[in-house]
């Protein structure tokens, strides 16, 4: 069974960083995409960024092209997103996802619409003075 387990989220000033963390387990990692989202009170959810664990491919969304790195450590299963300059409007839930298939994770980035079935419970990021 795909569980995540997401992490890292808090209270942060405008200005601030953040690291999120997304442990998964129950699904040979090194084969998997991951995928970081984000959704806000009221509004649709959001692709951030992914990771094909594989063989590295990463994609980040263009409106969070260079405040956002995203990383994974496959020894211990578990993949980064790094977060600078964060916002107030960057305040949201933000969730990881699990696909085995790498394209559809970026497709799934960009089209955050799109059917995925594996996902982790969120954790909470506020920017806020």
């Known amino acids: 069974e795909v569980q995540l387990q997401a992490s890292g989220g808090g209270l942060v000033h405008p200005g601030g960083s953040l690291t999120l963390s997304c442990a998964a387990s129950?699904?040979?990692?090194?084969?998997?995409?991951i995928g970081w989202f984000r959704q806000a009170p009221g509004k649709e959810r959001e692709g951030v960024a992914s990771?094909?664990?594989?063989?590295?491919?990463?994609y980040i969304e263009d409106t969070m092209k260079g405040r956002v790195t995203i990383s994974s450590d496959n020894a211990k299963n578990t993949v980064y997103l790094q977060m600078n300059s964060l916002k107030p409007e960057d305040t949201a839930v933000y969730l990881c996802?699990?696909?085995?298939?790498?394209?559809?994770?970026?497709?799934?980035?960009?089209?955050?619409?799109?059917?995925?079935?594996?996902w982790g419970q969120g954790t909470q990021v506020t920017v806020s003075s």
């Open positions: 129950g699904f040979n990692f090194d084969d998997y995409a």
């Open positions: 996802a699990a696909d085995s298939r790498c394209h559809h994770m970026i497709h799934s980035i960009i089209y955050p619409t799109t059917t995925l079935n594996n």
């Open positions: 990771i094909c664990t594989g063989d590295g491919r990463r």
